[in-house]
């Protein structure tokens, strides 16, 4: 089940921070992760901040660190965190890397049915992770994908 950010943003002030490369500092996330949730920095509209953490596979290990360590921080504060952990894909297309039977001089006598694309792109799927942060409990967040505290 996927959630519906619109109808989310309509309650919660939602914070976007994507992970785009594994490049990305760790420090950098966290303490942007700590300055939208702190209490002090609450939205002019009065709704509550739910910071929504996003990477690709390649960057996720990266992304549950900046998680581990946001909520370790609250916690050390005295103060309660809640996750919400999604897992869904996009579709990409990326350079088609030759193998060892995929050599430019192939038999003529087989002809691939569209498995070889002529610019060398190919579409994949790549898995996402996407981790919801809130500092009070989100109902609709739960519903669809669990608490984690």
């Not at 039977?101 to 691939?112: L, T």
Request: hydrophobic share 40%; aromatic share 4%.
């Amino acid at each position: 089940m996927t959630i519906d950010e619109k109808a989310l943003k309509t309650t919660y002030n939602l914070v976007n921070l994507s992970m785009v490369s594994s490049s990305t500092q760790i420090s950098t996330r966290t303490s942007a992760v700590a300055k939208n949730l702190d209490a002090s920095s609450s939205s002019s509209s009065g709704q509550e901040t739910i910071v929504v953490l996003t990477a690709a596979s390649k960057a996720a290990s990266k992304l549950i660190s900046i998680a581990e360590i946001a909520k370790r921080d609250f916690v050390a504060k005295g103060e309660e965190i809640f996750q919400y952990n999604a897992l869904s894909s996009k579709m990409l297309e990326m350079p088609r890397k030759l193998g060892e039977n995929d050599a430019e001089e192939s038999d003529d006598a087989f002809e691939g049915m569209g498995a070889k694309e002529e610019d060398g792109m190919v579409k994949r799927k790549v898995p996402v992770l996407t981790i919801y942060l809130a500092t009070t409990s989100v109902k609709e967040l739960k519903a669809a994908y669990g608490e984690q505290t």
